[in-house]
């Protein structure tokens, strides 16, 4: 699901459960990654829903293109983790099948393309590698700073006999929440950015793209003018590095 790529804008989570407030007395530990819930996100290009189960686990995805576009995410659990995933982009369905041990996502295959999710000693993920056939094509690499924030992503893609570096993503942060985190969601099936980006503790203020190859670089500003009681956004424009608009960005939440 190479397409969460495109989530510097952000893709969303739809669900089955209707979006009350939850209660923080389950059995199972609600909201794992935070105290609120991200239920809704709307920016300039899309419309998209959060739902969780009763436990407040993703369960379904949809992201909404107007008119007519409509993508989905379905998850399925195994006890505490997701074991499988559906997919619906477009005109292709396809499944994400996860592997788990002692406690934590160790990988995930799709269409034949094998994950592997390698962590640090803080249990933080430290690398991902693709395969294909057997063969590792490409990996991506994540340095993160003490308060659980990842600061950097580098890609490598296979070329001749080596792996060249061909993209290197850097995060800035604030001291607020980060909406992505609130998602929950298991880790990204495929390389790059998205562990950065759902995976952080703190709100994103910048993200930059540096491009190796072509020496050349682009910026993502998050310009943030509202956040709840909890420290989660509210609202946020996007700008780029001559601050011209990027997307104007409305977020809503379920909290205790």
Do not use: H
């Given at each position: 699901?190479?397409?969460?790529?495109?989530?510097?804008?952000?893709?969303?989570?739809f669900g089955f459960v209707s979006c009350k407030k939850k209660d923080n007395s389950s059995s199972n530990p609600p909201n794992p990654n935070g105290t609120c819930r991200m239920i809704f996100y709307q920016d300039t290009s899309q419309v998209n829903y959060f739902y969780y189960n009763a436990?407040?686990?993703i369960i379904r995805a949809e992201f909404i293109y107007p008119p007519a576009d409509t993508n989905w995410?379905?998850?399925?659990?195994?006890?505490d983790h997701v074991s499988y995933m559906t997919t619906w982009v477009g005109y292709r369905y396809d499944t994400v099948w996860y592997s788990w041990d002692s406690g934590r996502y160790t990988g995930c295959t799709e269409n034949g393309v094998?994950?592997?999710?390698?962590?640090?000693?803080?249990?933080?993920?430290?690398?991902?590698?693709?395969?294909?056939?057997?063969?590792?094509?490409?990996?991506?690499?994540?340095?993160?700073?003490?308060?659980?924030?990842?600061?950097?992503?580098?890609?490598?893609?296979?070329?001749?006999?080596?792996?060249?570096?061909?993209?290197?993503?850097?995060?800035?942060?604030?001291t607020n929440k980060n909406f992505y985190y609130s998602l929950g969601m298991p880790p990204v099936n495929s390389l790059g950015m998205g562990i950065g980006l759902f995976g952080s503790v703190?709100?994103?203020?910048?993200?930059?793209?540096?491009?190796?190859?072509?020496?050349?670089?682009?910026?993502?500003h998050f310009n943030y003018s509202s956040f709840n009681s909890y420290g989660y956004p509210l609202r946020c424009v996007l700008t780029d590095s001559l601050n011209h608009l990027q997307s104007n960005v409305v977020m809503g939440y379920a909290c205790p």
């Open positions: 699901m190479k397409k969460l790529l495109c989530l510097i804008l952000l893709a969303g989570i436990a407040n686990r995410n379905t998850y399925f659990y195994d006890n094998v994950y592997k999710i390698i962590y640090d000693n803080l249990n933080r993920v430290s690398r991902v590698e693709e395969y294909q056939n057997s063969v590792k094509m490409a990996y991506s690499e994540y340095t993160w700073d003490a308060n659980n924030n990842c600061t950097m992503c580098i890609n490598y893609a296979l070329s001749g006999p080596s792996f060249v570096a061909n993209l290197r993503t850097e995060f800035t942060f604030g703190n709100n994103i203020t910048l993200v930059r793209f540096v491009y190796p190859l072509q020496s050349t670089s682009s910026l993502v």
